[in-house]
Each structure stands twice: as structure tokens, then as C-alpha cells.
T-cell receptor, first 113, second 111 residues
Framework: NAGVTQTPKFQVLKTGQSMTLQCAQD?????MYWYRQDPGMGLRLIYY???????DKGEVPNGYNVSRLNKREFSLRLESAAPSQTSVYFC????????????FGEGSWLTVV | RKEVEQDPGPFNVPEGATVAFNCTYS??????FFWYRQDCRKEPKLLMS???SGNEDGRFTAQLNRASQYISLLIRDSKLSDSATYLC????????????FGGGTRLMVKP
């Protein structure tokens, strides 16, 4: 049982390059999320998907796009990376049932130079 | 005003102390609440869910005050291993399970 897996774990990009962070969960959860975490700060929501086929903006969506490819997969795309997007990115999934919890991937460390 | 707010700390306490954190939320439609623990450069891990009636898990007690819109976490008999950042999470269920995190409270337990 892998839980939430996200790739890549580390990436260095040049300003203006594009890339896609991949996330997959095997728990049949409806909702999936992308967060970024800057040093000394909490997690800020970029985009989320309450269910397959839907996506919504979070607190900091500018500069990002997402795709909920199917129930398992939720990808985050940086079309033209900027140094301000240097951060740790966490993918998460959640099923809103009593006793359930939020599961996280291990994080993706992205540096834009 | 941020939707979910926490005192960033750090809280520096000696081993064995009791320490409490609060987390306030602004959206009254929020329905479910969690406390997560995060160690440096790691993904957050669930500490406990917060139920309306309050709940306890060993040395940890969580409370919800809907009238004043805050949740609390009490840690008794602090251990060195409790040193971490504690994140509160609020689920605004009427927004399709929009999970919002507070900025985190850093706890350092000293010998």
C-alpha cells in the first residue's frame, strides 16, 4: 500500500522552463490537493480537486495549472518557472468520512534559478 | 485576516511541562478539524482529529470551541521527541473539502 506518491523528489529548473509534478494515490480518495511550503511557513493551498473532473483554486494559484487526470492522479504544472516558485511542494489526498485523515506524499523540492 | 491562524512560537519548554496551543478559524462553515505534526523537511503526519466533544490520546488533548471558532491542543508531560511544528487544519466542507492549514506553531522541548 503506497499511499500517496509524488515525483520528482528533487528538481532544479532554470527561470522560464516548464515542468509537471506528478501525484498518485491508491486509496480511492475523492479529494486531492497541492500545497507549497516555504521556509518557516505553513502549507499554502495552490489548487485542489474535490472529485474527479473538478478543480478549484486555493490561496496561491497564480503561475500554476493542474489536471485531475483520473481519480488516482492529480498533476501540478509550472508553465514558466520563476525563482519565487522555489519551494517544497506536497501532494495530499483525503476522503471525507468519519475517522479519515489526510495523507501526504513525501514532498518535492523544487529550486528555480 | 488569514482563514486559519496560529501563534508561530517558538514555545520553549522544559521536559515534563504542559503546553497548550490555540488555532483560530474565520469561516463558521468549517466542519472538521485536525492537528498535524511536522518534523523538519518531512511531510506532515496526523496527530489527532478534533471532535466536538473533545478527545484525548495519551498525553494529547484536543478541544473544539465552535462559538469562539478555535481549536486547542494540550500536551502534558512534554518529551524531547515532542519538539516539532504543530499545524492545525480546517476543512471547509461546503467548499468541496477545501483543507486549509494554519502557519504552524513551533515547539522546542529542552532537557
Amino acid at each position: 500500500n503506497a499511499g500517496v506518491t509524488q515525483t520528482p523528489k528533487f528538481q532544479v529548473l532554470k527561470t522560464g522552463q516548464s515542468m509537471t509534478l506528478q501525484c498518485a494515490q491508491d486509496m480511492n480518495h475523492n479529494s486531492m490537493y497541492w500545497y507549497r511550503q516555504d521556509p518557516g511557513m505553513g502549507l499554502r493551498l495552490i489548487y485542489y480537486s474535490a472529485s474527479e473532473g473538478t478543480t478549484d483554486k486555493g490561496e496561491v494559484p497564480n503561475g500554476y495549472n493542474v489536471s485531475r487526470l483520473n481519480k488516482r492522479e492529480f498533476s501540478l504544472r509550472l508553465e514558466s518557472a520563476a525563482p519565487s516558485q522555489t519551494s517544497v511542494y506536497f501532494c495530499a489526498s483525503f476522503l471525507d468520512r468519519a475517522g479519515n485523515t489526510i495523507y501526504f506524499g513525501e514532498g518535492s523540492w523544487l529550486t528555480v534559478v | 485576516r488569514k482563514e486559519v491562524e496560529q501563534d508561530p512560537g517558538p514555545f520553549n519548554v522544559p521536559e515534563g511541562a504542559t503546553v497548550a496551543f490555540n488555532c483560530t478559524y474565520s469561516n463558521s462553515a468549517s466542519q472538521s478539524f485536525f492537528w498535524y505534526r511536522q518534523d523538519c523537511r518531512k511531510e506532515p503526519k496526523l496527530l489527532m482529529s478534533v471532535y466536538s466533544s473533545g478527545n484525548e490520546d495519551g498525553r494529547f488533548t484536543a478541544q473544539l470551541n465552535r462559538a469562539s471558532q478555535y481549536i486547542s491542543l494540550l500536551i502534558r508531560d512534554s518529551k524531547l521527541s515532542d519538539s516539532a511544528t504543530y499545524l492545525c487544519v480546517v476543512n471547509r466542507n461546503n467548499a468541496g473539502n477545501m483543507l486549509t492549514f494554519g502557519g504552524g506553531t513551533r515547539l522546542m522541548v529542552k532537557p
